[in-house]
């Protein structure tokens, strides 16, 4: 009951911050009426409702926690449009703040199904249709209209958080030039004559992973507008090295790796297009993220990333993560790293490599990072395994390893260099298992650096969760912000 009550509070403090808000009037109220619609289920008395077994009682309580940690992330994430936007929005930026709006629409639709466990089927249903996927783009895509075009709202000078590339704006919702396509349970097969594609090495984009299973060059597709990314296998087909049954796991693979991009497309996991699996063609269209990896972008010193902008980044790393934790179908990734994650134009960040991404109970019978005896991508080197695993490589894997993984991207994202640099596997090994970590940059955002020595540590029990991550990183982006106004 308490929980209850705390969470009817929060709700009505949201309400209090819409009628203070200067822009984004209307992708406000949305998401108010949206917590007040859930909220009023919640707390409605009503004889109807079933009873709940050990484990749904278990995981709606789960839900109740991460719904009060969204309430007050929203809050203080709300709190922002209230004051003076002169002073946010060239540190803000629309794109930012869309993904915002989105971001926190989704992680409710998601909760739904947990929250509402004890409704009858008939109001479950109502609910279910008025969260609908459909329904929600469509009424997010009016709301970021109507604030665009509202007089009402403080006119803002153009920008983006500083180091950002072309392509800022104003702080009002605003739709990404680049629109994602929903998520779709089959994947549609492409023919080699529909792309505009030549496996040259001046056509290999730089900065890709090469490895032993595949390169990715650019191409295009049809009319779509810019270059597309072609990840092609190494597999030939015929001649005297000619497998057929590798080369049928291969396109299998692909397969996979595509079907498990298009369940969860979202703003911040890379858009996938299709296939082709036509003989000595084994492709995977998706979207070309210009900037390259996240590596890449976090090593090359001509990229001014303040804290505002390396906080942003890891928030949409962390977003990516959730979007395949907390899918219809909930996967774990199995090789988080900094090279997972690819950043396009505008410095959005994109979870990729779904190569080995599996399901939850698949994933604890994982020893290696393999899956039936085939080779990541990369090489998974220790700098990212848990130190769980280290000690036993028969650890189950699970959440809180991928956690653990996670915190030593940000941990990177934090210093801007390689993790354990200068220290062999072994070294490493022994570092970790002795429960220590390495150091942050002293002027680290005190919330930033909180998130990331949580997931780095030694108790898996200890380490948050991708949604725990997420909120408390939106807390950390608010501090990043207001530190950058403060220091303006």
Not at 356 to 375: D, E
Not at 429 to 442: C, H, N, S, W, Y
């Given at each position: 009951m308490a929980l209850l009550s705390d969470l009817e509070r929060l709700t009505g403090e949201v309400n209090r911050l819409v009628e203070r808000a200067t822009v984004n009037s209307c992708s406000i109220a949305r998401l108010a009426t949206r917590i007040n619609e859930i909220n009023s289920e919640l707390v409605k008395d009503d004889s109807m409702r079933r009873v709940l077994t050990l484990d749904e009682a278990e995981s709606h309580q789960k839900a109740l926690r991460e719904f009060h940690s969204l309430l007050e992330g929203a809050k203080d994430y709300l709190t922002i449009f209230s004051q003076d936007i002169h002073n946010v929005a060239p540190i803000l930026g629309r794109e930012n703040a869309k993904s915002d709006f989105d971001a926190f629409g989704d992680r409710l639709r998601r909760l739904l199904p947990s929250l509402l466990l004890a409704l009858s089927d008939e109001q479950k249903t109502r609910i279910v249709e008025e969260f609908s996927e459909t329904k929600m783009k469509k009424e997010d895509e009016e709301d970021a209209r109507a604030d665009l075009g509202d007089v009402g709202n403080t006119p803002v000078m153009p920008g983006g958080i500083e180091g950002q590339q072309a392509g800022g704006g104003n702080v009002l919702a605003s739709e990404y030039r680049n629109p994602v396509c929903a998520a779709q349970d089959t994947t549609p097969s492409i023919s080699l004559e529909e792309l505009n594609f030549n496996p040259l090495p001046e056509n290999e984009i730089t900065g890709s992973e090469r490895s032993e299973l595949g390169s990715v060059y650019k191409g295009a597709f049809r009319n779509t507008p810019g270059p597309l990314a072609i990840k092609k296998l190494h597999v030939p087909d015929g001649g005297p090295h000619y497998d057929r049954q590798d080369s049928q796991t291969s396109a299998m693979d692909l397969r996979r790796e595509a079907e498990v991009l298009m369940k969860f497309q979202s703003e911040n996991v890379v858009r996938v297009f299709g296939i082709c699996t036509d003989p000595g063609n084994y492709l995977l269209v998706m979207e070309y993220a210009q900037l390259g990896t996240l590596r890449d972008v976090l090593q090359d010193k001509?990229?001014?990333?303040?804290?505002?902008?390396?906080?942003?980044?890891?928030?949409?790393?962390?977003?990516?993560?959730?979007?395949?934790?907390?899918?219809?179908?909930?996967?774990?990734?199995?090789?988080?790293?900094?090279?997972?994650?690819?950043?396009?134009?505008?410095?959005?960040?994109?979870?990729?490599?779904?190569?080995?991404?599996?399901?939850?109970?698949?994933?604890?019978?994982?020893?290696?990072?393999?899956?039936?005896?085939?080779?990541?991508?990369?090489?998974?080197?220790?700098?990212?395994?848990?130190?769980?695993?280290?000690?036993?490589?028969?650890?189950?894997?699970?959440?809180?390893?991928?956690?653990?993984?996670?915190?030593?991207?940000?941990?990177?994202?934090?210093?801007?260099?390689?993790?354990?640099?200068?220290?062999?596997?072994?070294?490493?090994?022994?570092?970790?298992?002795?429960?220590?970590?390495?150091?942050?940059?002293?002027?680290?955002?005190?919330?930033?650096?909180?998130?990331?020595?949580?997931?780095?540590?030694?108790?898996?029990?200890?380490?948050?969760?991708?949604?725990?991550?997420?909120?408390?990183?939106?807390?950390?982006?608010?501090?990043?912000?207001?530190?950058?106004?403060?220091?303006?």
């Open positions: 001509k990229y001014d990333l303040p804290w505002a902008r390396r906080v942003r980044m890891g928030l949409e790393g962390a977003r990516g993560l959730y979007t395949l934790h907390y899918g219809k179908t909930s996967m774990l990734h199995c090789d988080v790293n900094t090279r997972k994650f690819l950043v396009d134009g505008d410095m959005h960040v994109k979870l990729t490599g779904f190569g080995l991404a599996t399901t939850r109970s698949s994933a604890r019978k994982l020893g290696r990072s393999s899956r039936k005896g085939r080779p990541s991508s990369t090489r998974h080197t220790v700098k990212f395994v848990a130190p769980e695993r280290i000690s036993d490589i028969n650890t189950p894997y699970d959440d809180r390893a991928e956690s653990y993984s996670f915190g030593i991207v940000l941990s990177e994202i934090a210093s801007r260099e390689p993790p354990f640099e200068g220290m062999n596997e072994s070294d490493i090994a022994e570092f970790v298992k002795a429960g220590r970590i390495q150091d942050l940059p002293t002027d680290c955002p005190a919330k930033f650096r909180l998130v990331i020595d949580a997931c780095r540590a030694l108790n898996p029990a200890l380490r948050p969760l991708s949604a725990e991550i997420t909120d408390g990183l939106q807390d950390a982006f608010i501090q990043s912000v207001s530190m950058a106004r403060d220091a303006s």
